[in-house]
């Protein structure tokens, strides 16, 4: 059972930074799809970033321009750098991992238990 435990969230004010992690235990792999999705309360979980095994990033239109996913495949963890936060940006990040990008879209493959961000104005 392959495990991703996120960390790096925190409450910040509007205009800072965070950079969230998560690593995957052994047992996953560099041939995976790896991607941040984040959940607000009554609303359906939304695509942040996914870094594919090409290499290749995807953003949702919310955070292009503001965040940046990179990877570091030898330590199998997957990174989110986020500037110039807002209050919108506020809501649990969880990170996630399948053999493709768009398993995960649908909610499949291995997901971590999430890191809360929470951006004051």
């Known amino acids: 059972q392959v495990q991703l435990v996120e960390s790096g969230g925190g409450s910040v004010q509007t205009g800072g930074s965070l950079r969230l992690s998560c690593t995957a235990s052994?047992?996953?792999?560099?041939?995976?799809?790896m991607g941040w999705f984040r959940q607000v309360p009554g609303k359906e979980r939304e695509e942040v970033a996914t870094?594919?095994?090409?290499?290749?990033?995807t953003y949702g239109y919310s955070f292009e321009g503001r965040f940046t996913v990179s990877r570091d495949f030898a330590k199998n963890t997957l990174y989110l750098e986020m500037n110039n936060l807002e209050p919108g940006d506020t809501g649990m990040y969880f990170c996630?991992?399948?053999?493709?990008?768009?398993?995960?879209?649908?909610?499949?493959?291995?997901w971590g238990q999430g890191t809360q961000v929470t951006v004051s104005s």
């Open positions: 870094f594919d095994s090409d290499g290749k990033t």
């Open positions: 996630a991992q399948d053999w493709a990008c768009a398993r995960l879209h649908r909610g499949l493959g291995d």
């Open positions: 052994e047992g996953s792999y560099g041939s995976y799809c």
